[in-house]
């Protein structure tokens, strides 16, 4: 079992940033393949960006290229998403979610791929 629990967001201007952090209980965090999920009101939960378990590769939406980057610290069991050029677009509450198969693939921008989910935080950009 791995519990997930984000932090990091809040209440920021266009144009700002904010840095997510998502601690990962459990010895098998750095053989996971980790991604972020956001979900706006109204809306589905949607893919944002994920990496490999050695931070080696990343995939990111189109929506959000450019301006977010997920990084990793395998030793402190933390994942991060660095988002820049904040947009209020970008509102929604965000989830940290984890793949136990080891593997980054297409299927890595599912929902159905990760098998353990974190609470969310919210992010709410203001124009």
């Known amino acids: 079992q791995v519990q997930l629990v984000e932090s990091g967001g809040g209440l920021v201007q266009a144009g700002g940033s904010l840095r997510l952090s998502c601690v990962a209980s459990?010895?098998?965090?750095?053989?996971?393949?980790m991604g972020w999920f956001r979900q706006a009101p109204g809306k589905e939960r949607e893919f944002v960006a994920a990496?490999?378990?050695?931070?080696?590769?990343?995939y990111y939406a189109d929506s959000v290229k450019g301006r977010f980057t997920i990084f990793r610290d395998n030793a402190k069991n933390t994942v991060y998403l660095q988002m820049n050029s904040l947009k209020p677009e970008d509102t929604a509450v965000y989830y940290c979610?984890?793949?136990?198969?080891?593997?980054?693939?297409?299927?890595?921008?599912?929902?159905?791929?990760?098998?353990?989910w974190g609470q969310g935080t919210q992010v709410t950009i203001s124009s």
């Open positions: 979610a984890a793949d136990s198969r080891n593997f980054l693939g297409g299927d890595s921008k599912k929902r159905g791929a990760y098998d353990y």
């Open positions: 990496i490999s378990w050695s931070g080696g590769s990343t």
């Open positions: 459990g010895r098998t965090f750095s053989s996971y393949t």
